[in-house]
């Protein structure tokens, strides 16, 4: 009913489009997994997993190096998760018995010992509060070159106003696709294209001050207040974990 794939995957590896008679629950250890799905392109960090229900057609991309692992599901515990893709956050339970099962080595769930593990997992799955994206995409045809441009130069700091200009519309009509499209506002779109940024750039042996540049600010210290305002943990403490 429960079975595991894990892979190594360098950077820039493409998944051609495909689907599973099962479902599976996408995670990495550390960076940031893209998954597209019903035209959407789903972007999270390690702290979440990105859930695809059986048979959706979903392809994977990734920038940096991961440690993948995929949680296979069988159809009927499928049933108790939700019927369309979403990104489910890894709780420090769920989080816990999956490491175990993968520090394991575990190819699929059969001794009762895992079986009672697999149980308490499909309980905490179908319980947590998901999300639809962390950070979501769209092809608007003003946002669409907006977006593409903060995720290339997160450091691009130019206001609302000034891309209204540069995509010969309005600050108001962009305030109100952003919130149309998006669920959210430009500036908390930016932000947290950033902190995806960070995400990866964490990986790299770079100084916290280096990535604060590098993502537009002028000092580490108002990164680092952004990093443990979104997650929880300093900048350092979360390149310590992953």
């Known amino acids: 009913d429960i079975f595991f794939h894990y892979f190594f995957l360098e950077a820039k590896t493409e998944t051609l489009p495909h689907s599973h008679v099962w479902g599976q629950l996408h995670l990495i250890k550390q960076g940031v997994l893209e998954i597209e799905v019903d035209q959407q392109v789903m972007v999270c960090p ?12 979903h392809r994977a991309f990734n920038r940096g190096d991961v440690e993948y692992c995929a949680v296979n599901i069988a159809a009927d515990l499928s049933q108790n998760l939700p019927n369309q893709a979403c990104m489910i956050p890894l709780t420090p339970l769920i989080r816990a018995l999956i490491d175990d099962l ?7 769930v059969f001794s009762e010992e895992d079986k009672c593990m697999g149980y308490v997992l499909m309980q905490r799955l179908a319980k947590t509060k998901v999300i639809d994206n962390y950070l979501p995409s769209t092809r ?11 995720q290339e130069n997160p450091a691009d700091d130019s206001s609302l106003a000034t891309w209204a200009k540069r995509v010969f519309s309005t600050e108001r009509t962009l305030t109100r696709r952003f919130r149309k499209e998006l669920n959210m506002s430009f500036n908390d779109w930016r932000q947290r294209a950033k902190l995806v940024k960070a995400i990866m750039l964490l990986k790299e042996s770079i100084t916290i001050n280096e990535i604060a540049f590098e993502l537009g600010y002028s000092q580490g210290s108002s990164f680092i207040k952004m990093f443990r305002k ?13």
């Open 102 to 108: 993968v520090e394991r080595k575990t190819t699929a």
């Open 46 to 57: 390690a702290s979440y997993a990105i859930w695809t229900p059986p048979n959706q057609i």
């Open 140 to 150: 608007d045809k003003l946002l669409a070159p907006i977006l593409a441009q903060l």
């Open 230 to 242: 979104l997650t929880g943990f300093t900048p350092e403490q979360f390149r310590k974990m992953n």
